[in-house]
């Protein structure tokens, strides 16, 4: 479906070419070139269809959508999403000609289809039984028996097929061909016979198959997990945004009974486009998990114990000022936040720059980006990114970090309207659409950019002359937006963030958008949770003198980062003081760090551990406190995506015993610490942040019910006020009950808790009169210190670690259905390695570093260059993790590759 560009939409409506056309009697316009069926259905017209999707190219299969259309020779039937509407065209939805056609297609569709609808899973929200009410012939004339099916069929792990449902629709062979692009599913048989199967070599793995269940028109297809749990009219629901990711996708978030029972996508057009990938989908029923922490513990005696609120925080304030009054603020430290709400990072930021006085606080966990230079490049929107000319990919593999960033570029790409430049050290998802792909080893990254930009030689790993020739045209071209991640986490990311200031100075009109993974990293970044950086997207010592009257105290100098944090608290740092306190806001660096050694070296030797967070984890077995956190869709606010874009979260459940959000938590711990901030509801958090963020001035409550679902992309002043994108009607029979949200009430002021007007000042444009001048944003290229590689020797191998979308998370493990799909990984390597050491596909290798050592299964692949070998991060891997061989210490890892 062809997509609106951003200066279409900026335009306005009025601009846009009409015809107008008579249906059922009445005058109406339509958009030129619009469907038939769509431009009924804006003028509150409903066309019933059983295979149109708004977002997916007409086939006409089902025939229900017919209507009679006059022509030279007279009024006749035709389906209605395959026909454009015309000037002078003639309509009519509601003939006795319409309703005979109508009344035969729900009648042979039932011929076969079982009366199952108590047991269906579909019952109460089917479009079949809807339509059959509303247009179908009212009794059967069949007796005969129906033909049977052995049921259910399990086409996924997380995917059931009912072939006695099947309408033949093609609604989910057409999205996992066209929008997925994996045609893993078909229709097979002939007749009567007609049925969705599977190839035998080629299982369904798509990551997008709980969208087919959603689409389905009828219970054919439903989704493992929720299968018998629930009646729709039991269910309870709020709009919110899915943070499993950063990429922002609006769901509806349903339960029963204060249990999360499914999510489903919402058709927003700026981001998800109503899609969502399976591990957003079915990972956030680890809300439910039995294992979670319900009350505060202290460590007494060795062993952690429940107490109060109150002695726990208590406990926690005097242990981090004992630290603090004894070798100063740097002696304390703050690891995570990327996954709380834009509220509670902006707290929790306060509570340690501005109460606690260190800067040494860090959200990304030593796996993003330098912050100065995510937020100081300027930013693209994902429809920019999908619209844009040339696009370059700086970063990891779409597919697995941002599932759904990956159906919008790929969509750009399959339509022409986009050509992809990649750069990467290896293959990605993107490979096969891209005009031209260019590999570089690790290190090597800048050096591809200059040669890209400037005509400088390129390393090794990209002689392919045709390719570096294409790549230096389309980026000639432009306008070009560049995707910018982290390919490896055995890289330094440093080395990542100097090619893309390297492609900010030769494209000075380039725009980046982030393609950083964690829920609301950027949500953090932008509220202060990195080191050098205050809200705002302010550099420390650039809003010093603002933020000091606003809080009272900023940190002196500058902070560390994650890597220098862990290594302050394991005695490896030469210079500064270590580090002796440590808070964990939802992050485990056992499993979040790239070095796994460093990071348990660095918890054993902490003095005083606070962990704050939802569920165990291996950092609780050296906590000195644990505060219990309210997790996604049990807590209020909003939250930022990767372009910038500000959303509610609805709070659907209640968080289980004593867990407090994380602004509550933050907010007392600093009254223990002498400095009550004030607040009483989250909706002051963000009345607060308005007025101190230049980033944020004029986006109050107010501006965020306005604008709906598609929130607001901040700074204001970067985008026009108001819906500016023309919102695409949500597919009625994908999205059950997503109407009764407003039936049933969304939460207090639409994500914002409190009463009404409580804690807000309403719409405000400009900065009030007398306030003080709000520092500038941070604006890149920045200096940031890139550390020098060496060139590697003939022996050694360097290592790209990227990630995967389904890992050893904890998320990931709290779901049955999820976690199955965790695979161990391989060592890829390029096959003329393999063959130098005598090793074929599927044999054992040796990778040896200078502190450890493991024996892994080896497979060949020849996208990567010679002498770079590649695995996943986080996942099984030779019976440990590919963790445990990277050194932080070292910009790339060099291991040596041997026969076992």
Not at 40 to 52: D, K, M, Q, S
Not at 281 to 302: H, I, M, Q, W
Not at 356 to 369: E, I
Not at 452 to 468: E, F, I, S, Y
Request: some cysteine; aromatic content about 4%.
């Amino acid at each position: 479906m062809a997509e609106p560009t951003p200066a279409a939409d900026a335009a306005g409506a009025a601009e846009e070419e009409t015809v107008t056309f008579t249906l059922d009697g009445r005058e109406v316009a339509a958009r030129k070139g619009e469907l038939l069926i769509a431009a009924a259905e804006r003028v509150g017209t409903f066309i019933p269809r059983f295979c149109y999707h708004p977002r997916m190219a007409s086939v006409g299969v089902c025939r229900m959508c017919l209507v009679e259309v006059s022509g030279p020779r007279g009024a006749s039937l035709q389906p209605s999403c395959f026909l454009e509407v015309q000037p002078g065209m003639t309509v009519v939805t509601e003939s006795d000609k319409v309703k005979k056609a109508q009344d035969g297609v729900l009648e042979f569709l039932l011929i076969n289809h079982p009366l199952d609808c108590p047991v269906c899973d579909k019952g109460g929200e089917c479009p079949l039984q809807d339509q059959t009410l509303a247009y179908g012939p009212g009794e059967t004339r069949f007796v005969e028996e129906k033909r049977h099916f052995e049921k259910p069929l399990p086409i996924s792990e997380l995917v059931l097929l009912d072939r006695e449902r099947c309408i033949q629709c093609s609604r989910c062979t057409r999205f996992a061909a066209d929008v997925a692009g994996e045609a893993q599913i078909d229709f097979v048989g002939r007749g009567e016979l007609l049925q969705i199967g599977t190839f035998p070599e080629l299982p369904f793995t798509s990551y997008f198959s709980g969208n087919t269940v959603q689409i389905c028109p009828v219970g054919a297809l439903t989704a493992a997990p929720y299968r018998f749990t629930a009646r729709p009219w039991d269910l309870d629901q709020v709009e919110s945004t899915c943070t499993t990711c950063a990429l922002g996708c609006r769901v509806a978030v349903q339960s029963s009974a204060n249990r999360l029972t499914r999510l489903l996508g919402i058709d927003v057009d700026p981001v998800n486009h109503g899609w969502l990938c399976d591990k957003g989908r079915f990972v956030a029923e680890a809300v439910n998990r039995d294992d979670r922490l319900t009350e505060p513990l202290v460590r007494k005696g060795g062993e952690l114990v429940p107490v109060s609120w109150h002695e726990a925080l208590e406990t926690a304030a005097d242990g981090l000022v004992r630290v603090r009054d004894a070798a100063g603020a740097a002696a304390v430290a703050v690891v995570g936040g990327a996954r709380l709400t834009n509220e509670g990072a902006y707290v929790w930021s306060r509570v340690a720059k501005g109460v606690l006085g260190t800067d040494s606080v860090d959200a990304q966990v030593g796996d993003g980006l330098p912050a100065e230079v995510v937020l100081g490049l300027p930013r693209a929107t994902i429809d920019e990114a999908a619209s844009a000319p040339t696009v370059v990919l700086l970063a990891g593999d779409v597919r697995e970090e941002l599932p759904v960033l990956f159906l919008r570029l790929r969509a750009a790409a399959v339509s022409g309207g986009s050509r992809l430049v990649e750069l990467s050290p290896q293959a990605t998802s993107l490979t096969p659409y891209a005009a031209c792909s260019l590999r570089y080893g690790p290190g090597d990254a800048a050096a591809l950019v200059r040669a890209v930009t400037t005509g400088a030689p390129a390393p090794a790993a990209a002689q392919d002359p045709a390719a570096l020739a294409e790549a230096r045209r389309l980026v000639g071209e432009g306008p070009v937006v560049v995707v910018l991640g982290r390919p490896s986490l055995a890289e330094d990311g440093e080395l990542v963030a100097d090619a893309a200031q390297e492609l900010a100075r030769a494209l000075p009109d380039a725009r980046f958008l982030p393609a950083l993974r964690r829920g609301n990293v950027l949500g953090a970044l932008d509220l202060g949770l990195a080191p050098g950086i205050l809200p705002g997207r302010v550099a420390l010592d650039e809003g010093r003198a603002f933020f000091e009257a606003a809080w009272g105290a900023v940190p002196a100098t500058r902070g560390r980062g994650t890597a220098e944090i862990l290594a302050a608290a394991a005695g490896d740092q030469a210079e500064g003081p270590g580090v002796d306190a440590l808070v964990l806001l939802g992050a485990d660096p056992l499993t979040d760090f790239p070095d796994r050694r460093l990071a348990g070296r660095a918890l054993e030797a902490t003095g005083f551990l606070v962990v704050v967070a939802s569920a165990p984890g291996g950092a609780l077995d050296h906590a000195d406190v644990v505060l219990p956190a309210a997790e996604a869709h049990e807590r209020a606010g909003t939250t930022t995506n990767i372009e910038g874009r500000i959303t509610r979260l609805g709070q659907k459940l209640v968080p289980p015993g004593q867990a407090w959000p994380d602004w509550m938590i933050a907010a007392e711990l600093a009254v223990h610490l002498g400095c009550d901030l004030g607040y009483d509801a989250v909706a002051g958090v963000w009345d607060e942040i308005e007025r101190v963020s230049a980033l944020h001035r004029g986006i109050t409550p107010a501006v965020l019910d306005a604008l709906g679902d598609d929130g607001v992309v901040a700074p204001l002043s970067s985008r026009p006020v108001g819906l500016s994108h023309r919102r695409a009607p949500l597919d009625p029979i994908a999205v059950p009950g997503v109407e009764s949200v407003e039936r049933q009430g969304a939460p207090p002021r639409a994500g914002l808790a409190g009463p009404p007007g409580a804690g807000t000042t309403g719409v405000r444009a400009e900065a009030d009169a007398g306030w003080p001048t709000l520092p500038a944003p941070l604006v890149a290229p920045v200096e940031i210190e890139v550390p020098h590689v060496a060139p590697p020797d003939s022996y050694s191998v360097r290592l790209v670690a990227a990630r995967t979308l389904y890992d050893r998370g904890a998320a990931v493990g709290a779901v049955d259905a999820v976690r199955s799909l965790v695979a161990e990984a391989p060592l890829r390597v390029n096959p003329h390695d393999l063959d130098d050491l005598g090793i074929g596909a599927g044999g054992a290798v040796r990778l040896r570093s200078a502190t450890a050592q493991v024996v892994v299964t080896a497979v060949p692949d020849p996208s990567l260059p010679r002498r770079v070998v590649a695995t996943e991060f986080n996942v099984p891997f030779a019976g440990g993790a590919v963790a445990d061989l990277i050194d932080r210490t070292f910009p790339v890892v060099d291991l040596r590759m041997e026969t076992p």
